[in-house]
């Protein structure tokens, strides 16, 4: 049964920083693109980043390029997402996500794992 974990969220200052994990089980995790989207209460869910299952290049959205890092390990079966400049406009629920192989990493139709999300907050 294939299963994402995210952890790491929580609250933080703006400008502060903030790493989430993502551990997958009952996949073949190298043959999989990760992202990481995010939603807020009564909006869409939207992309943030995606690093495709050989993590030759990563892909963000404008809005978080040179603040985020997608990273991952697929000796570990992990994922992360490094946060820095935080402002409130991130804060949102985070949610990690699967696709086989490399497809259209900004569409969520194009995931088929999902984990349950964790939560990250910027305020002071």
């Known amino acids: 049964q294939a299963q994402l974990v995210e952890s790491g969220g929580g609250l933080v200052q703006p400008g502060g920083s903030l790493r989430l994990s993502c551990a997958a089980s009952g996949f073949i995790f190298n043959r999989y693109t990760i992202a990481w989207f995010r939603q807020v209460p009564g909006k869409e869910r939207e992309f943030v980043a995606a690093i495709p299952y050989d993590a030759k290049r990563a892909y963000y959205d404008d809005s978080v390029e040179g603040r985020f890092t997608i990273s991952r390990d697929n000796r570990k079966n992990s994922a992360s997402l490094q946060m820095s400049s935080l402002t409130p406009e991130d804060t949102a629920d985070y949610y990690c996500?699967?696709?086989?192989?490399?497809?259209?990493?900004?569409?969520?139709?194009?995931?088929?794992?999902w984990g349950q999300g964790t939560q990250v907050t910027v305020s002071s």
């Open positions: 996500a699967a696709q086989q192989w490399f497809g259209y990493y900004r569409e969520r139709a194009s995931y088929i794992y």
